[in-house]
């Protein structure tokens, strides 16, 4: 049974910091690993998908890596910013392409 | 649509009652989940489509929960005989499913399902 992990639970930064939001999981039988960032009372929103075969996906100040035989991923964010408040959350897809199996997230906040 | 739309956005019912929720996904994504996210605890899979089919459903909590998918579009999930730990968001995602693509999940806004 796949297990995510997400560390820290909690984060506070201040403004323009460089930060990194950690992901492990158990079974290195994967399909793929998605971030998404969920806003209070709102759905998830899609950040960055890395396939089984890929290491790193970059989009704009987001770099994702992904290291399947330590089972671990990093999401990386450069020059924070107040908006960039939320929480981030790791899905880990099986090998079947079928379930994702989420962590508990990251409650990112970021003071200006 | 642009997107996945859910609806009810709310849903509050008395428990014993039955409800229905019901996902439209995007447009031409032939796969498409139910997740439901509790209070205080993390996002769980129920179940997955892909076309109308049910590959895993290995999620359900129980026998009163089931769902469906007509057309490979609309998705709708039924409760029956709700209790007060059914209460919780209930999210719906579809993916395009290319073989050898991404297959990025994209997620609906959630129904929020209060049972007194």
């Known amino acids: 049974k796949q297990e995510v992990t997400q560390i820290p639970a909690a984060l506070s930064v201040p403004e323009g910091e460089n930060l990194v939001l950690n992901c492990s999981f158990t079974?290195?039988?994967?399909?793929?690993l998605q971030w998404f960032r969920q806003d209070p009372g709102k759905g998830l929103t899609s950040l960055l998908l890395?396939?089984?075969?890929?290491r790193e996906q970059t989009s704009g100040r987001l770099n994702a890596s992904l290291d399947k035989s330590s089972g671990r991923s990093t999401l990386y964010i450069a020059a924070s910013q107040p908006g960039d408040s939320a929480t981030y959350l790791c899905?880990?897809?099986?090998?079947?392409?079928?379930?994702?199996?989420f962590g508990d997230g990251t409650t990112l906040t970021v003071k200006p | 649509g642009a997107g996945v739309s859910q609806s009810p956005s709310n849903k509050v019912t008395e428990k014993g009652k039955d409800v229905e929720l019901r996902c439209d996904p995007i447009?031409?994504?032939?796969?498409l989940y139910w997740y439901r996210q509790s209070l205080g605890q993390g996002l769980e899979f129920l179940i997955y489509?892909?076309?109308?089919?049910?590959?895993?459903k290995s999620g359900l909590p129980s026998d009163r929960f089931s769902a469906e998918r007509t057309g490979g579009s609309v998705s709708t999930l039924t409760i029956q005989r709700t209790q007060q730990e059914d209460s919780a968001v209930y999210l719906c995602a579809s993916s395009l499913r290319v073989a050898g693509g991404p297959d990025t999940q994209y997620f609906g806004p959630g129904t929020r399902l209060t049972v007194l």
């Open positions: 079974d290195s039988a994967i399909y793929n």
């Open positions: 489509f892909q076309g109308n089919s049910a590959p895993d």
């Open positions: 890395i396939q089984s075969s890929q």
């Open positions: 899905a880990v897809r099986g090998p079947n392409a079928g379930k994702s199996t």
């Open positions: 447009s031409g994504h032939t796969a």
